[in-house]
């Protein structure tokens, strides 16, 4: 007789992210008395624009705490409409918006509301980590479209060409990228919009996730795939303001789609998952998009984050065994540290392990680990953004989310490390089966 399971079969095929799992163990180190730098979240370290906090008090003040539209609001619809109009040049109307609890449920939503279990979903890797986990999870076929360090982490157009099947229903566009900060040009993106209108079904849908759209360098112009002509009707495209506003608390993202069909479908995911998304900080949301001072401020954080990018990827490129590339957007560097591994035995240690362990880690989470543990510094690994193929790939993700001066004690705390054999090897021989 067949014993029943606690849980569905599906519910181990979702993931997580990385940068919040870490959590714990940066707790045990600091709470050993040790000062953790902390590169790992992708929060910016600035506060919420004043004259946003002010207008979600005046709205808890109006008493604006109830049930809404669960689209959302109106004038939020509208504000994002005419933002969409002034970046990208299309005449949306507010009918094809709809408003989510942050940019991520619009991620999973389009996975459920496109997909059925023989489809495939292309996206990009290394990316967002809830890309392949996610798409598992509902059951359809993860494809990584595998993003080149040489190529500047963009997407290749005859890589996406060969990737295209039958059964591709969804393709995942992420551009400023996390977790590289990869820019996509017009060129780029128009070759990739004729690829998929020559190869691909009208019903096959381009989920652009753009979340990091403002924060571009170098008098770069942020591009959408969906500004492209015959290209509108095909995508989604996806933003919000948690990077944009320093607002991640506030969990305000949004989708525009190319139907108000289809957005009346997400609203009733909405209902059923949701019922609404809080109308005080949906205005306080409109009035970010609407404010004459956004852009300054905006203007000032890109600013910021371009000044601490140019000095902390000149320090990571002096350390032995780490080449750094200069990422275009976000506020990410991805510096490939395959001469530390090989170096400082990492890939050895990482091949000298038993099987199930050597399936748990890699030779970048287990410097990850080593970095954590030993020098006190958060990282990410290559593996915490897609795992299909990734083997040999040994890079980490920093965050340049903190003052310049964390930032420049993190990367020297990372060179340190980088040439810290018997560290290393004392950490694997002591900790390789509790924390790899």
């Given at each position: 007789?067949?014993?029943?399971?606690?849980?569905?079969?599906?519910?181990?095929?979702?993931?997580?992210?990385?940068?919040?799992?870490?959590?714990?163990?940066?707790?045990?180190?600091?709470?050993?008395?040790?000062?953790?730098?902390?590169?790992?979240?992708?929060?910016?370290?600035?506060?919420?624009?004043?004259?946003?906090?002010?207008?979600?008090?005046?709205?808890?003040?109006?008493?604006?705490?109830?049930?809404?539209?669960?689209?959302?609001?109106?004038?939020?619809?509208?504000?994002?409409?005419?933002?969409?109009?002034?970046?990208?040049?299309?005449?949306?109307?507010?009918?094809?918006?709809?408003?989510?609890?942050?940019?991520?449920?619009?991620?999973?939503?389009?996975?459920?509301?496109?997909?059925?279990?023989?489809?495939?979903?292309?996206?990009?890797?290394?990316?967002?980590?809830?890309?392949?986990?996610?798409?598992?999870?509902?059951?359809?076929?993860?494809?990584?479209?595998?993003?080149?360090?040489?190529?500047?982490?963009?997407?290749?157009?005859?890589?996406?060409?060969?990737?295209?099947?039958?059964?591709?229903?969804?393709?995942?566009?992420?551009?400023?990228?996390?977790?590289?900060?990869?820019?996509?040009?017009?060129?780029?993106?128009?070759?990739?919009?004729?690829?998929?209108?020559?190869?691909?079904?009208?019903?096959?849908?381009?989920?652009?996730?753009?979340?990091?759209?403002?924060?571009?360098?170098?008098?770069?112009?942020?591009?959408?795939?969906?500004?492209?002509?015959?290209?509108?009707?095909?995508?989604?495209?996806?933003?919000?303001?948690?990077?944009?506003?320093?607002?991640?608390?506030?969990?305000?993202?949004?989708?525009?789609?190319?139907?108000?069909?289809?957005?009346?479908?997400?609203?009733?995911?909405?209902?059923?998952?949701f019922s609404c998304i809080p109308p005080f900080n949906?205005?306080?949301?409109?009035?970010?998009?609407?404010?004459?001072?956004?852009?300054?401020?905006?203007?000032?954080?890109?600013?910021?984050?371009?000044?601490?990018?140019?000095?902390?990827?000149r320090k990571l490129n002096q350390i032995d065994g780490?080449?750094?590339?200069?990422?275009?957007?976000?506020?990410?560097?991805?510096?490939?540290?395959?001469?530390?591994?090989?170096?400082?035995?990492?890939?050895?240690?990482?091949?000298?392990?038993?099987?199930?362990?050597?399936?748990?880690?890699?030779?970048?989470?287990?410097?990850?680990?080593?970095?954590?543990?030993?020098?006190?510094?958060?990282?990410?690994?290559?593996?915490?953004?897609?795992?299909?193929?990734?083997?040999?790939?040994?890079?980490?993700?920093?965050?340049?989310?903190?003052?310049?001066?964390v930032l420049e004690e993190g990367v020297r705390r990372?060179?340190?490390?980088?040439?810290?054999?018997?560290?290393?090897?004392?950490?694997?021989?002591?900790?390789?089966?509790?924390?790899?």
């Amino acid at each position: 007789m067949q014993v029943m399971t606690l849980f569905a079969d599906r519910i181990s095929e979702l993931g997580t992210e990385n940068a919040f799992k870490i959590g714990p163990h940066i707790a045990a180190v600091e709470s050993a008395g040790n000062k953790v730098i902390r590169l790992n979240l992708g929060e910016p370290d600035f506060n919420l624009p004043e004259f946003v906090k002010y207008e979600i008090k005046r709205q808890l003040d109006l008493n604006n705490t109830h049930y809404c539209d669960p689209k959302g609001l109106l004038s939020l619809r509208l504000a994002i409409a005419k933002q969409m109009r002034q970046m990208r040049g299309l005449d949306v109307s507010p009918e094809r918006v709809v408003v989510f609890p942050g940019g991520k449920p619009s991620i999973g939503f389009c996975q459920e509301a496109y997909c059925n279990r023989s489809d495939e979903v292309i996206y990009p890797s290394p990316g967002f980590p809830i890309y392949e986990s996610f798409t598992r999870y509902v059951g359809a076929s993860p494809v990584p479209m595998h993003l080149k360090e040489e190529e500047g982490f963009t997407v290749s157009a005859d890589r996406l060409a060969e990737l295209i099947t039958k059964r591709t229903k969804l393709i995942i566009l992420n551009f400023p990228s996390n977790p590289t900060g990869g820019v996509a040009s017009r060129e780029q993106l128009e070759a990739l919009a004729d690829v998929i209108k020559r190869k691909c079904s009208p019903a096959v849908r381009i989920y652009s996730d753009e979340i990091y759209e403002y924060i571009v360098f170098d008098g770069r112009k942020h591009v959408s795939i969906a500004s492209l002509a015959g290209m509108e009707e095909r995508t989604i495209v996806s933003s919000g303001f948690s990077k944009t506003f320093a607002w991640t608390g506030g969990r305000i993202g949004y989708a525009v789609f190319p139907s108000e069909q289809e957005a009346n479908v997400f609203k009733n995911l909405n209902i059923n998952y949701f019922s609404c998304i809080p109308p005080f900080n949906q205005e306080g949301a409109r009035l970010a998009l609407e404010h004459p001072d956004s852009p300054k401020v905006i203007e000032e954080m890109v600013k910021t984050f371009q000044t601490r990018r140019d000095v902390i990827v000149r320090k990571l490129n002096q350390i032995d065994g780490v080449t750094c590339r200069i990422p275009g957007g976000a506020f990410y560097l991805f510096p490939n540290i395959s001469g530390v591994c090989q170096k400082l035995g990492v890939i050895d240690a990482y091949d000298s392990l038993v099987a199930d362990l050597r399936q748990r880690t890699s030779p970048s989470a287990m410097f990850q680990m080593f970095a954590l543990y030993n020098h006190h510094v958060a990282v990410m690994d290559r593996n915490s953004f897609g795992k299909i193929g990734a083997d040999g790939e040994h890079y980490l993700r920093l965050s340049i989310a903190s003052d310049l001066p964390v930032l420049e004690e993190g990367v020297r705390r990372l060179e340190v490390a980088s040439r810290d054999h018997d560290g290393f090897e004392n950490f694997v021989r002591e900790h390789a089966r509790d924390l790899l």
